[in-house]
Nanobody, 114 residues
């Protein structure tokens, strides 16, 4: 069984930064993709960014140039550095790991005040 635990969410002013972390544990296949998704109230869920185990990344257009995804394979941990945050970035951010089954974390709240 795979467990994903997110941390790093919180309240930040517009223009500020936050760094999310997600640590995976359990039976994880070495070839996998980790990523971040977000869900805001009343809005459709959105893929924010993904990163493969060999470091290939993908970003939503809405976060390109502001967010950076990275991972530490030795620690089975993925990070999301979020800079220049906007009120529209406010959401619950979920970590996911696909190997190839998709596992989900419980989410961490990001609130951005204007």
């Amino acid at each position: 069984q795979v467990q994903l635990v997110e941390s790093g969410g919180g309240l930040v002013q517009a223009g500020g930064s936050l760094r999310l972390s997600c640590a995976a544990s359990g039976s994880i296949f070495s070839i996998n993709t980790m990523g971040w998704y977000r869900q805001a109230p009343g809005k459709q869920g959105e893929l924010v960014a993904t990163i493969t185990n060999d470091g290939s990344t993908n970003y939503a257009d809405s976060v390109k140039g502001r967010f950076t995804i990275s991972r530490d394979n030795a620690k089975n941990t993925v990070y999301l550095q979020m800079n220049s945050l906007k009120p529209e970035d406010a959401a619950v951010y979920y970590c996911a790991l696909q190997d190839p089954v998709t596992h989900w974390g419980r989410g961490t709240q990001v609130t951005v005040s204007s």
